[in-house]
Nanobody, 126 residues
Framework: QVQLVESGGGLVQAGGSLRLSCAASGRTFSNSAMGWFRQAPGKEREFVAA???????YYADSVKGRFTISRNNAMNTAYLQMNSLKPEDTAVYYC????????????????????WGRGTQVTVSS
């Protein structure tokens, strides 16, 4: 069974850092695009960052320069390093995989991702 499991969420003060991990199991995701999305209370889920199989990266404007997405294909794991966190970054963060996209690209569109984790809570206090 294909599965994505997020970890690394928690409570942090504004200006702090967290690193989220997304461990994949059940198949190899080295050729898949990996994405991070988030959903704040009362809001729709939104794109945060994505990385292609060839490690091209894409970011939402709201996190550009503060967040870094990366992947370790040998460990079948994707990461989201979050620095200079703000209270508005508070949300449940979801990892997702797009198994059908070409190797060299990744999409920001939520509906393109076909495998999802259950999410991890990130809370940033002011």
């Amino acid at each position: 069974q294909v599965q994505l499991v997020e970890s690394g969420g928690g409570l942090v003060q504004a200006g702090g850092s967290l690193r989220l991990s997304c461990a994949a199991s059940g198949r190899t995701f080295s050729n898949s695009a990996m994405g991070w999305f988030r959903q704040a209370p009362g809001k729709e889920r939104e794109f945060v960052a994505a990385i292609s199989g060839s490690e091209n990266t894409y970011y939402a404007d709201s996190v550009k320069g503060r967040f870094t997405i990366s992947r370790n294909n040998a460990m079948n794991t994707a990461y989201l390093q979050m620095n200079s966190l703000k209270p508005e970054d508070t949300a449940v963060y979801y990892c997702a995989a797009d198994t059908s996209v070409p190797y060299w690209t990744a999409t920001t569109r939520e509906y393109e991702y076909d495998v999802w984790g259950r999410g991890t809570q990130v809370t940033v206090s002011s």
